[in-house]
């Protein structure tokens, strides 16, 4: 079973801000939280990942509350290209013990509208 | 520049016909995985590796083999492939001493098996 819970679908304007849910309520001490996405067919791409900070980088915004249960991937500006299906997983890092399954859940699939 | 690739990238065959999946890496990945991607069911972890001549089932084993004789290649191998192995599959890799944490994913493999 996937350690997330993520809508199946959302809308957004072009130009607005894009607010992606995860809810990751049994976490782990050790677990990160990973967010990909994926444009149409194409293999999965890394986008952001966090522990308990917020995190930025040049493609998005992470937010994980204090109790780490849960957590908000921001696009600040999406664009037509950012229609894709993100998923959200939970997972030690690469270095760590208990990397080896990784689950990816069905994602939620972002629509931006012109 | 740094990827994963797979052949065949599109594949029609038969069933019974044993078939291979070929994954490639170039990055001196220490980690790598198999996915399939079914409408609905997201992405599932079919094998992992976790380095040369070590490797352990996912979570949808059944039906596949897998080898790690060297680093850099991962095949996928499908001794009697059904009907219900019709999907679209993925290789991904990781680092375990990188500091970029990341999957890098191959661009799929559509396999379909009449």
């Known amino acids: 079973d996937a350690k997330t819970t993520q809508p199946t679908s959302m809308d957004c304007a072009e130009g607005r801000a894009a607010n992606l849910p995860c809810n990751h309520s049994?976490?782990?001490?050790?677990?990160?939280v990973y967010w990909y996405r994926q444009i149409h067919s194409q293999g999965p791409q890394y986008i952001i990942h966090?522990?308990?900070n917020n995190e930025t980088n040049e493609m998005a915004s992470l937010i994980i509350t204090e109790d780490r249960k849960s957590s908000t991937l921001i696009l600040p500006h999406a664009t037509l290209r950012d229609t894709a299906v993100y998923y959200c997983?939970?997972?030690?890092?690469?270095?760590?013990?208990?990397?080896?399954?990784?689950?990816f859940g069905t994602g939620t699939k972002l629509q931006v509208i012109p | 520049e740094a990827q994963v690739t797979q052949n065949p990238r599109y594949l029609i065959t038969v069933t019974g016909k044993k078939l291979t999946v070929t994954c490639s890496q170039n990055?001196?990945?220490?980690?790598m995985s198999w996915y399939r991607q079914d409408p609905g069911l997201g992405l599932r972890q079919i094998y992992y590796?976790?380095?040369?001549?070590?490797?352990d089932k996912g979570d949808v084993p059944e039906g596949y083999k897998v080898s790690r004789k060297e680093k850099r290649n991962f095949p996928l191998i499908l001794e009697s492939p059904s009907p219900n192995q019709t999907s679209l599959y993925f290789c991904?890799?990781?680092?375990?001493?990188?500091?970029?944490?990341?999957?890098?994913f191959g661009p799929g493999t559509r396999l379909t098996v009449l």
């Open positions: 049994t976490i782990s001490g050790n677990e990160y």
């Open positions: 590796s976790m380095n040369v001549e070590v490797t």
């Open positions: 997983i939970v997972s030690p890092r690469p270095n760590s013990g208990g990397y080896q399954k990784v689950t």
């Open positions: 990055m001196n990945h220490e980690y």
């Open positions: 991904a890799s990781s680092s375990f001493v990188s500091s970029t944490d990341t999957q890098y």
């Open positions: 966090g522990l308990k």
